[in-house]
């Protein structure tokens, strides 16, 4: 019997709503928003401090009774943060909600074609290769060594790796030695210390039977700039080494304008991609000076000419986006961008900073007959809800290109800089 009620408890809707009630709530300066699920039952109000927020629009300080049945309607005049103290009929103590509020921000949504190109922190290991000697063929030593594909070569005998050169200088100097090569390998976020010993080929040359890349380059797409600043962030994912999720250390790099030239379909199964050429002495460049979960980002030094939207629009935080039509703003053909309607069909619910925080379904015929969907080098083009800037586009479904993830504009706003990191947090420490 007791587990019957439980079960009736958990299921009926008063009880939902009083379990879904959120216990933190960002808001943007100046933006009305209603907080749901409404409260199912009388409920007693206040606000730890006066004139950040009104509820219902009366200022808190003193206390309001809110009716049953009603959102909480909150407009936040003032960046800071506050607490409500909540209590059920007046006398029963039920919840604190901190509530964060945040400056408003414009951006000028991107959607352009991006030429990536970075130089890593080390040496990727991207293959091996069996050496031929002049006694027969001698299996990859760095792969006996226990050297991974996907392994980021930081030193060699000590020296920090910078071009593929260097690498083969010291595999020189150390194969006509007879010494092994000392390499200090990152792998995981952890850093191992292996020796390969170089064996000789018929050329005479000394190899370590590894092949690796000092870069990387592709096409992407720009999801905003800060007009005043020049910040801009894009990609919305990271750029990750052969067969790893993690970001890709950068030691420099830079984005260029880039031309479609075409565009391979995306089929169930098979991701299509975006064919670009770089133009890297026209128009709009910038550098890149981080890499991480949610993107690149860094300075332009030259603005886009061609925009799709040309002035700044606010940004919508994750609590503000919801299920239903958008738009995302992207490249198919040339170097202009254009709008293509989307139905944001999923919002996860994301209090802390995570990638793939929604999904999205593609319904332009025009997107849909030209592309398949969503494919590689859309990574990035922003999506338009409701006038304002709320994610990009990351990954397409491999097995329905028509559908795609995308992250929340806010994390990639935080991480390129726009927010100072003490605007977040302080709710956490008001509580």
């Known amino acids: 019997m007791l587990i019957a009620v439980v079960l009736l408890l958990t299921v009926s809707t008063p009880l939902q709503g009083i379990i879904m009630f959120p216990d933190h709530i960002r808001l943007s300066q100046g933006q009305l928003q209603e907080i749901k699920p409404a409260l199912p039952f009388t409920t007693y109000v206040k606000s730890a401090q006066e ?5 219902q629009g009366r200022d808190l300080s003193n206390g309001w009774k809110i009716v049953p049945g009603a959102p909480l309607t909150v407009t936040p005049h003032q960046v800071g943060s506050t607490v409500l103290e909540m209590r059920l009929f007046g006398f029963i103590p039920w919840r604190r909600v901190v509530v964060d ?6 951006v000028v949504p991107g959607g352009h074609s991006i030429g990536v190109l970075v130089r890593s922190s080390g040496l990727l290991v991207v293959g091996y290769a069996d050496l031929a000697t002049e006694s027969g063929t001698v299996a990859s030593p760095s792969r006996q060594a226990g050297i991974k594909q996907g392994d980021l070569i930081l030193r060699a005998n000590g020296q920090i790796l910078i071009t593929i050169e260097q690498l083969t200088s010291i595999v020189q100097h150390s194969g006509h030695k007879q010494n092994p090569v000392r390499l200090t390998i990152q792998r995981a976020g952890r850093q191992l210390h292996l020796q390969v010993k170089p064996v000789q ?3 005479d040359i000394f ?3 590894l092949y690796v890349k000092d870069g990387s380059a592709g096409v992407g797409t720009l999801t905003f700039y800060d007009p005043e600043t020049k910040t801009y962030a894009a990609l919305g994912h990271p750029i990750v080494g052969e067969q790893s999720e993690e970001p890709l250390p950068v030691r420099s790099g830079r984005i260029v304008k880039a031309s479609i030239s075409g565009i391979q379909e995306g089929v169930a199964g098979v991701p299509g991609e975006k064919i670009g050429v770089f133009k890297a002495q026209t128009e ?3 550098t890149i000076e981080q890499n991480t979960i949610f993107g690149i980002s860094g300075h332009l030094q030259e603005r886009p000419r061609e925009h799709c939207i040309a002035h700044p629009v606010p940004i919508a935080l994750a609590t503000e986006v919801h299920t239903g039509p958008a738009e995302i703003i992207t490249v198919l053909q040339g170097d202009r961008p254009e709008r293509y309607a989307v139905e944001i069909s999923r919002v996860y619910q994301q209090q802390q900073p995570a990638g ?3 999904i999205i ?3 332009d015929e025009r997107l849909l007959q030209k592309a398949g969907g969503i494919v590689q080098g859309m990574s990035g083009s922003p999506i338009i809800q409701d006038g304002r800037l709320v994610g990009a586009v990351t990954h397409v479904m491999v097995n329905d290109p028509t559908r795609g ?8 706003v935080r991480e390129c800089g726009l927010w100072q990191d003490n605007i977040f947090g302080e709710g956490a420490a008001a509580s």
């Not at 509020?101 to 414009?106: D, E, H, K, L, Y």
């Not at 993830?405 to 990639?412: A, K, L, P, R, T």
Request: hydrophobic share 45%.
């Open 51 to 55: 004139g950040i927020l009104e509820v």
């Open 101 to 106: 509020v945040v400056p408003r921000i414009n």
């Open 201 to 203: 080929g018929q050329d």
């Open 207 to 209: 190899r370590l039977g």
């Open 284 to 286: 709009f460049s910038g």
């Open 356 to 358: 793939k925080g929604l």
């Open 361 to 363: 379904k593609v319904t």
């Open 405 to 412: 993830y995308g992250v929340f504009i806010e994390w990639m």
